[in-house]
Every structure is written in C-alpha cells, then in structure tokens.
C-alpha cells in the first residue's frame, strides 16, 4: 500500500526557535497532502490541506504565519512551526491523498513536539 | 457540511468476546468511509474503507464494517477481540476527490484478559 514517510518522529525544542517537520509519500505523487494536530487523547484535527505548487489552505482558526506549510515538489510537504511556544507542544501528523481505484487516505507515523 | 459521531468514548470488553463500534455521520453528498486504528505514540493504520458496492466491508485483523446509509451509520465489529486489539479507533468521512478527511472523536477499546 502507500507509503508515508514522516521526519523526526519526536523532537524538542526550546520557545522561539522553529521547527520543521517533512513528510514524504514515497512511492506515488502526491498533489494534495493534509496536516493533522492531536492533543492528548483527543482525536485529529486538520490544520491545512497542502497543495502542490500553490498556497496551503488553512483551516479556521490555524495561524498560518505559525504554522508554514510547503509543497514544493509532488513528494514532499513540510510544516514549520515558527517561533514555538509550550502550548505548540503536540503530536503532529500528515497524510496525502490518494484518488481513483485505490482512493484513500494513508498517514505518517506522526512528529511529536514538546517546547520547553 | 460533513461530521461523525462515535457514540462511545471507551468500550471495556473481555478477551475472546465479540465487540461493535458505532459511528454516524450526516453528510449532504455522497460519503466514503473509513476506520483507521491508532497505537499509542503512532501514526493511523487504515482497518477498512467504504467506497462504493457491497454495504458489507471487511478489513484487516478480522474487522468489518456494514453501511447502512438509511440510518447513516458505519458500525464497526470484530467477532472475537484480542488483547492486542487494545487501541484508539477513529472512523472518518470524506465527500471525495482531493477532499479532506473528517474524523469522530475516537473510541478507545481496552480488552481485557
């Protein structure tokens, strides 16, 4: 099935710096990819939708000078967190977007954040 | 606009024994459905989808899962869970296409010896 590959799978950084987490789909091009964020014991929720080529769409309420998304090439999204704070702190995770017969969704194994 | 309901937060349930996860979603269009299931600390790992034909869908790991689109359900269920199935589990709606995926707020099933 498809592959995704998310980098780093945990990190830790201190306030004010930025991060950046990459995921690839390794083995089809992917024009659409999505950036998740889970809170503890809580379910996922889409922060933007990444767009080859083009701007990210962001969900309501996501700061989108916070959070850039790049999608510079069909097989790699990256998501910067700039200028962390504590409350940044979470388990991110992206998925791309697979259409026709084989339409689905498959994720990456999530980047987990924690600002000190 | 789309959204899912899992009417359980925790489902307890002994080894050996046959489990339901209920989902309902409301949707204005078409739907495909999923169930992904989490590990702790992981990324999601797809159980099963629904995308079209047979209303009965069968997963990996012995899971299935019926649609029924008059009560606008994707019920998912296991005739006999292992310890090993202990888990979060997310059932989720897309309308399609590039379209994102909307999740429900997850059931935790903890089987028990």
């Known amino acids: 099935g498809a592959v995704v590959s998310q980098h780093p799978s945990w990190v830790i950084c201190k306030s004010g710096t930025s991060v950046k987490i990459e995921c690839r789909s390794l083995?089809?091009?992917?024009?659409?990819m999505f950036w998740y964020r889970q809170f503890p014991k809580q379910s996922l929720m889409l922060m933007a939708t990444?767009?080859?080529?083009?701007?990210?769409?962001?969900e309501q309420g996501v700061e989108k000078d916070k959070f850039l998304i790049n999608h510079a090439s069909l097989t790699l999204s990256t998501l910067t967190v700039t200028s962390a704070h504590p409350e940044d702190s979470s388990f991110y995770i992206c998925?791309?977007?697979?259409?026709?017969?084989?339409?689905?969704?498959?994720f990456g194994s999530g980047t987990r954040l924690t600002v000190v | 606009a789309q959204s899912v309901t899992q009417l359980d937060s925790q489902v307890p349930v002994f080894e050996e024994a046959p489990v339901e996860l209920r989902c309902n979603y409301s949707?204005?269009?078409?739907?495909?459905l999923f169930w992904y299931v989490q590990y702790p600390n992981q990324g999601l790992q797809l159980l099963l989808k629904?995308?079209?034909?047979?209303?009965l869908v069968k997963g990996i790991n012995g899971f299935e899962a019926e649609f029924n689109k008059s009560q606008t359900s994707f019920h998912l269920r296991k005739p006999s869970v292992h310890i090993s199935d202990t888990a979060e589990y997310f059932c989720?709606?897309?309308?399609?296409?590039?379209?994102?995926?909307?999740f429900g707020a997850g059931t935790r099933l903890a089987v028990h010896p």
């Open positions: 998925s791309n977007s697979r259409t026709g017969p084989a339409y689905g969704y498959t």
């Open positions: 083995d089809f091009q992917a024009t659409t």
């Open positions: 990444s767009n080859e080529g083009s701007k990210a769409t962001y």
């Open positions: 949707s204005s269009v078409s739907v495909y």
């Open positions: 629904y995308l079209s034909g047979s209303t």
């Open positions: 989720a709606v897309s309308s399609g296409g590039y379209n994102k995926l909307i």
